[in-house]
């Protein structure tokens, strides 16, 4: 896990909640009867993974109200349940969004195309070995 410190206000709230969720880790003697994020740990990937699901489909319900005339500050609300779910899933696998943010960074200036079609030319000569 990395430990740089953080860079931006964005990075530096998100590394604020990353180190509380760690704080929960059953490891940390994070406690299910007062924390929910101990109580998701607690329950195990089964439990925080649903909730991942869940939430990625309320993103996509939120802004598809949204589209049509719903309240668009809803969007921000789901993203953020999403982005909390997500966070705990890391912590429970050894990673921190500074992980996340350096492969963005890693990827930052190669266009998804490019990336694609380069993707594509390796599946090929992979096949032609
Ligand atoms: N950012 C969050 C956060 N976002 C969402 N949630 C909780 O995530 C749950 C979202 O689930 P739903 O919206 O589906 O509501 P629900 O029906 O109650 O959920 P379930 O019964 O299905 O679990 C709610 O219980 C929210 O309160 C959060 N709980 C905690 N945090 C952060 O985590 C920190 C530590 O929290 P505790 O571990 O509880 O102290 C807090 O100080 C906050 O900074």
């Known amino acids: 896990m990395s430990t740089d410190a953080p860079r931006h206000p964005t990075e530096d709230a998100l590394a ?7 704080s929960r880790l059953p490891a940390r003697g994070g406690d299910p009867d007062k924390s929910y994020v101990a109580r998701l740990l607690h329950r195990g990937p089964d439990a925080f993974l649903k909730k991942i699901g869940e939430e990625a489909t309320e993103v996509v319900m939120a802004a598809k109200d949204a589209d049509h005339g ?11 349940d999403l982005w909390f779910h997500t ?19 890693r990827r930052e200036g190669t266009s998804g195309i490019e990336e694609k079609a380069l993707r594509k030319a390796q599946d090929r000569e992979a096949s032609n070995d």
């Open 70 to 80: 719903g309240e668009r500050t809803k969007i921000v609300n789901e993203v953020a």
């Open 16 to 22: 604020r909640l990353a180190a509380v969720i760690e």
């Open 87 to 105: 966070m705990v899933a890391l912590a429970h696998y050894g990673f921190s969004p500074r992980d996340v943010v350096a492969e963005l960074e």
